[in-house]
């Protein structure tokens, strides 16, 4: 029989025994009725549709490998891509990685269908990993951090006129050729109005033969390892903005240099309600990290204490306020077999003492049993259906090769989770989709302005899907922008929804930097105030309107024509 040329993971024999136990414990949790998210009675909400629309919209992109053939775990990683809106036109273009040693590629939104912008110069040829998009000079332009395997990093920034700049060397952000950055993540660690930069690295890969009497491949030229579980893992690295386009490495200084970890996603966000951005990452086969903002910019290892230390295999996150109690819950992906995890935050809970702990409450949510059998990379906490909470979107695909196709991961299905008054439940038929390959990055946007949240997933030696929301809403919508960590709160009647906005999550890339509200059932929004980095309300934005909120000036509301 052929062997896979990479080996699996496998399965724990204690398996069955364990799942018998979370199905107790879940249905438990159901006849309690007090575990759940949420006990706000959900609108009424239409069936899940998404249709994939690559080609109509003309987005034809192909990861390839380098020699058509899957022989690098580097090569089974990747890629990524980004949301942003390069050309400020007001619709979000799309830049998408290899990870694999082709070029990368920027797509043009034209109203809701893509164009590829090679003028642009941003078709950087490496193994490329990880995207993170965000206006880190503050010129008003969205500029590209790319992450590499292999090559240094590359930083591009935005030039205004349809082309980026590679300043990379003179903004001292490439790292080196040793380097496997994975992950990026901008944010205003230090509170001096300015981004700065995270980037989670993998494993030491520069010899794959150290550890070749492991993990032997069965290519006759010679053994080759594949398996991140015997490398060494690299080190992150917190870049800080100096303000003048350059950058200064305080990895040291801040504490979040995560040695131990292998890491392959990572977020910030305000979990504890404090006003700064704290940490989390994603390792691969070594623990997940959470790091405390002590509000100087420098960081608490908070792992053990916040019970969010997980000896998993972690891939990727996304944060949002799931059960509507005020603060950041969160949800990690993991290797199949594993369980994905959500994180419930137990900081601003009224029946339990308020404390800056976590529980994973993903069987008693209904996530954890559907996950077995599927390894889970990107996803996204939206609204998908309307009605007024948190659905959830993963994609998914196996590490190990297809013996059928040795030239491709297994591919799994990909999975939409709806929201059902705080149980997530799996909606298999939202897709009429079946060519499933192996997923890796996921992001999302609405990329064709009808007000709801669309995803594209980025394959591994595959093309490029895009996912056009097509769910039958019967409510409306409102849109928000604001600068990158801003704390949003948004006023609907009696409730208080809150949402942050983020510039790199889910793994490998970067959701639109626009908040999509739903409000269904006639209702309309009474306010949004944004309350950092500092405090600005508008009162009932009118539905169907984008609020934009800026660092230094007042915000706008506009009501964009029908397309």
Same mark, same amino acid.
């Given at each position: ?12 024999p ?19 009725g ?8 959900p609108?009424?909400?239409a ?17 390839m ?22 050309d400020?036109d ?9 990870g ?48 590499n395997?292999?090559?240094?990093d590359?930083?591009y920034?935005?030039?205004g ?10 903004a001292?952000?490439?790292g080196?050729?040793?380097a ?16 700065d ?9 520069n ?13 006759p030229?010679?053994?080759?390892t ?10 992150n690295?917190?870049?800080?903005n ?14 979040v ?20 951005l ?11 990290t ?31 306020d ?37 529980d ?16 889970g ?16 979107f ?8 297809d ?21 997530? %439940? ?11 390959r ?29 996912f ?18 801003a ?42 105030t ?22 230094d000036?007042?915000?706008? %509301? ?6």
């Amino acid at each position: 029989m052929k062997r896979s040329r990479i080996v699996g993971r496998h399965s724990d024999p204690l398996l069955p025994f364990l799942c018998a136990i979370l199905v107790l414990v879940s249905l438990h949790a159901c006849d309690r009725g007090t575990e759940a998210p949420s006990e706000r009675a959900p609108a009424v909400a239409a069936p899940l549709r998404f249709t994939e629309t690559a080609a109509d919209a003309r987005i034809d992109f192909v990861s390839m490998y380098r020699d058509d053939a899957l022989d690098y775990v580097s090569e089974a990683i990747g890629g990524g891509a980004a949301w942003l809106d390069y050309d400020n036109d007001g619709d979000w273009d799309v830049y998408i990685t290899t990870g694999a040693g082709h070029p990368n590629a920027l797509y043009r939104n034209d109203g809701g269908t893509f164009t590829p912008a090679a003028e642009a110069g941003v078709d950087h040829e490496a193994c490329g990993m990880g995207v993170a998009a965000a206006d880190y000079d503050a010129d008003g332009w969205a500029d590209l951090f790319v992450t590499n395997f292999g090559a240094p990093d590359v930083l591009y920034r935005n030039s205004g006129d349809g082309t980026f700049e590679d300043v990379t060397d003179s903004a001292r952000v490439g790292g080196d050729a040793t380097a496997w950055s994975a992950s990026a993540v901008w944010g205003d660690v230090d509170g001096d109005g300015d981004l700065d930069l995270y980037v989670a690295r993998y494993v030491d890969f520069n010899d794959p033969s150290s550890a070749m009497g492991v993990y032997v491949a069965v290519k006759p030229e010679g053994p080759e390892t594949l398996h991140p579980e015997f490398y060494a893992p690299q080190a992150n690295v917190l870049y800080a903005n100096n303000g003048d386009g350059t950058f200064a490495d305080v990895t040291d200084r801040a504490g979040v240099r995560d040695a131990a970890g292998k890491g392959l996603a990572v977020a910030f966000a305000d979990y504890d309600n404090d006003a700064d951005l704290d940490l989390y990452v994603a390792n691969d086969v070594s623990a997940n990290t959470m790091f405390t903002n002590r509000g100087d910019g420098t960081f608490a290892d908070a792992s053990f204490l916040t019970g969010t230390d997980d000896l998993r295999a972690g891939m990727g996150i996304d944060f949002a306020d799931i059960d509507e109690d005020g603060d950041l819950d969160f949800f990690v992906t993991y290797l199949q077999d594993e369980m994905n995890a959500l994180y419930r935050n137990n900081t601003t809970r009224h029946d339990a003492a308020p404390s800056d702990t976590f529980d994973d409450i993903a069987s008693e949510a209904g996530l954890a049993i559907p996950s077995l059998g599927l390894t889970g990379w990107g996803t996204v906490l939206e609204d998908f259906d309307g009605d007024g909470d948190f659905d959830l979107f993963v994609t998914n695909g196996h590490v190990n090769v297809d013996q059928a196709n040795p030239v491709e991961c297994i591919g799994q299905r990909d999975q939409v989770f709806r929201n059902d008054g705080g149980m997530l %439940t799996d909606t298999p038929d939202a897709f009429a989709f079946t060519d499933w390959r192996a997923g890796r990055g996921l992001a999302a946007a609405d990329y064709d302005n009808d007000g709801d949240v669309d995803v594209l997933v980025v394959q591994n030696n595959a093309r490029a899907l895009l996912f056009r929301n097509d769910t039958q809403s019967t409510g409306d919508w409102v849109k928000v922008r604001a600068p990158v960590g801003a704390r949003i709160h948004v006023q609907i009647g009696g409730r208080t929804l809150i949402r942050e906005a983020r510039a790199g999550s889910s793994f490998l890339s970067t959701h639109a930097p626009e908040m999509v509200i739903a409000t269904p059932g006639g209702r309309t929004v009474d306010r949004v105030t944004m309350l950092r980095p500092r405090q600005e309300t508008v009162s009932d934005p009118p539905p169907r309107s984008v609020t934009t909120f800026y660092a230094d000036d007042r915000p706008a %509301t506009v009501t964009p024509p029908e397309r």
